[in-house]
């Protein structure tokens, strides 16, 4: 059974929908490739998608360890390559809120961070620099 269902609605724009949700996801071609830049592009989804997963496992860890980490905010920077386009970098700073976390759970986060199944897809040649602020 699919999980999205999309369609193009021209110029440059897509349309995708959740099908268990519902949610529905819009994208632009960047400014810099002929598009609007009005919505997320599909290279920024992908960034996107790697800083949520992250997130949502080290969520997963900090539930298991009884750790809130609710307010935690975090900024993702892509770089692209021109030829050929596509991702070449992605930055991710996390900064967590005054949790006076031990080293041990730390370590924790950052490598159950680093396991993610979107960092596990993505090309050996993509850089993934991230930061994690405590």
């Known amino acids: 059974m699919p999980?999205?269902?999309?369609?193009?609605l021209g110029g440059l724009r897509t349309e995708a929908k959740h099908l268990q949700s519902g949610n529905v996801i819009i994208t632009d071609a960047p400014t810099d490739n002929n598009g609007k830049g009005e919505a997320f592009s599909p290279t920024d989804l992908v960034c996107a998608a790697l800083a949520n997963c992250m997130m949502t496992l080290m969520g997963i860890a900090a539930n298991r360890d009884n750790i809130a980490l609710e307010g935690t905010e975090y900024e993702i920077t892509k770089f692209m390559q021109a030829d050929p386009r596509k991702i070449a970098k992605i930055e991710i700073i996390f900064r967590f809120p005054a949790l006076n976390l031990t080293e041990r759970q730390q370590t924790i986060l950052r490598n159950t961070a680093k396991t993610c199944p979107v960092a596990l897809t993505l090309s050996e040649d993509v850089i993934v620099d991230t930061k994690f602020l405590f």
């Open 3 to 8: 999980t999205i269902h999309a369609k193009y």
